[in-house]
């Protein structure tokens, strides 16, 4: 039997400057992922796994039921998209991870995200 397949992009992440205290080393970030089930088999996003990496190599590593407070069920392409947030103590960091997934067939399996930036806009004078 064939693993089934989710394909995840991250959409976008952002610089959130409002919550941030550069003096304080406090960094926010938001990221919006999408997961899209490009299976034949319906899932659910049971968990999820992060490394957040910054700048000076701290990693701090996350897991936790669902996201944003859901476990999406994902019917052969559909997808589900949210934004989350994470703070770190750089201007500069890094994410990966993966979804711990659930087909209705009784299959477990991974759904791996691959590294993305966290980054701070530059500014040219």
Same mark, same amino acid.
């Given at each position: 039997?064939?693993? $089934?397949?989710?394909? !995840? #992009?991250?959409?976008?992440?952002? *610089?959130?400057?409002? +919550?941030?205290? $550069? =003096? /304080?080393?406090?960094?926010? *970030?938001?990221?919006?992922?999408?997961? =899209?089930?490009?299976? /034949?088999?319906?899932?659910?996003? !049971?968990?999820?796994? &992060?490394?957040?990496?910054?700048?000076?190599?701290?990693? #701090?590593?996350?897991?936790?039921?669902?996201?944003?407070? =859901? +476990?999406? &069920?994902?019917? $052969?392409?559909?997808? *589900? =998209?949210?934004?989350?947030?994470?703070?770190? @103590?750089? %201007?500069?960091?890094?994410? +990966?991870?993966?979804? +711990?997934?659930?087909? /209705?067939?009784?299959?477990? *399996?991974?759904? @791996?995200?691959? %590294?993305?930036?966290?980054?701070?806009?530059?500014?040219?004078?």
């Amino acid at each position: 039997m064939d693993t $089934p397949q989710h394909a !995840i #992009q991250v959409v976008a992440t952002r *610089f959130l400057e409002d +919550q941030s205290i $550069p =003096e /304080d080393d406090r960094y926010v *970030f938001a990221y919006t992922i999408r997961i =899209e089930n490009a299976g /034949d088999v319906p899932a659910r996003l !049971i968990s999820r796994h &992060w490394l957040i990496t910054d700048a000076n190599g701290k990693v #701090q590593e996350v897991r936790g039921e669902g996201v944003v407070g =859901e +476990q999406p &069920w994902l019917r $052969p392409g559909e997808s *589900f =998209e949210y934004t989350s947030g994470a703070v770190l @103590e750089t %201007p500069l960091g890094t994410m +990966q991870g993966s979804y +711990q997934m659930l087909a /209705d067939d009784g299959t477990r *399996f991974d759904a @791996e995200i691959a %590294p993305f930036t966290l980054s701070i806009p530059r500014t040219l004078h």
